[in-house]
């Protein structure tokens, strides 16, 4: 993922205790890194969302418009929630 996403500044999966869904949180420093992490998916991501249902995205902030269109054109009908305004808060990276 470095190599590949150098500009994505976190990349975390979740799953629930089941096993039956998954929360993937990415975290970039502007939407110009985002509209670059959509466009260099490559073909593990697609092999990847051949494999699940994407039943939507939260974005917290505000994407450009093509990432939007890129984000719409993958879930095919699932919703985009969108929260533009932050209000507050902090990411801590801790090194070791």
Do not use: C, W
Not at 57 to 74: A, C, E, H, I, K
Not at 78 to 91: D, F, H, Q, S, T
């Amino acid at each position: 993922m470095e190599e590949n996403k150098p500009h994505t500044t976190a990349h975390i999966a979740y799953i629930s205790e089941d096993g039956s869904e998954a929360s993937v949180v990415h975290i970039f420093p502007n939407s110009d890194a985002m509209g670059e992490h959509m466009q260099n998916l490559g073909n593990l991501g697609m092999k990847a969302f051949s494999l699940m249902e994407i039943i939507g995205f939260d974005v917290y902030g505000t994407p450009n418009q093509s990432v939007l269109d890129t984000m719409l054109r993958m879930i095919n009908g699932a919703k985009v929630i969108i929260r533009p305004e932050l209000v507050g808060g902090y990411i801590r990276i801790k090194s070791n």
